[in-house]
């Protein structure tokens, strides 16, 4: 089992920035792929960057390419997603999410979910 927790999300002006957290904890937190996705309303769940297991490699989408950056913190459990030049299209739900197995890019391929966290980013 994982257990997965957002944090930072918020009300910020296009062009401003925020810092997403995700804390995890149960399963060895270097030993799965970690991934950020998000949901905005009347839209399908969307991939939005992942990272590998050690930190080694980082995919993103091309929305958010340039903009966001993923990282993580294998000693404090934790994932982060720094977005910067916020866009109105960014306005969503954001969730992390843990792939046991890959470092994929579709929500089947992840097996825990944290609640999410609200980012909106207003023109």
């Known amino acids: 089992q994982v257990q997965l927790v957002e944090s930072g999300g918020g009300l910020v002006q296009a062009g401003g920035s925020l810092r997403l957290s995700c804390a995890a904890s149960?399963?060895?937190?270097?030993?799965?792929?970690m991934g950020w996705f998000r949901q905005a309303p009347g839209k399908e769940r969307e991939f939005v960057a992942v990272?590998?297991?050690?930190?080694?490699?980082?995919y993103y989408a091309d929305s958010v390419k340039g903009r966001f950056t993923i990282s993580r913190d294998n000693a404090k459990n934790t994932v982060y997603l720094q977005m910067n030049s916020l866009k109105p299209e960014d306005t969503a739900i954001y969730y992390c999410?843990?792939?046991?197995?890959?470092?994929?890019?579709?929500?089947?391929?992840?097996?825990?979910w944290g609640q999410g966290t609200q980012v909106t980013a207003s023109s």
């Open positions: 999410a843990a792939d046991l197995f890959s470092s994929g890019r579709t929500p089947h391929d992840y097996h825990y």
């Open positions: 149960g399963r060895i937190f270097s030993s799965y792929a």
């Open positions: 990272i590998t297991r050690n930190g080694g490699s980082t």
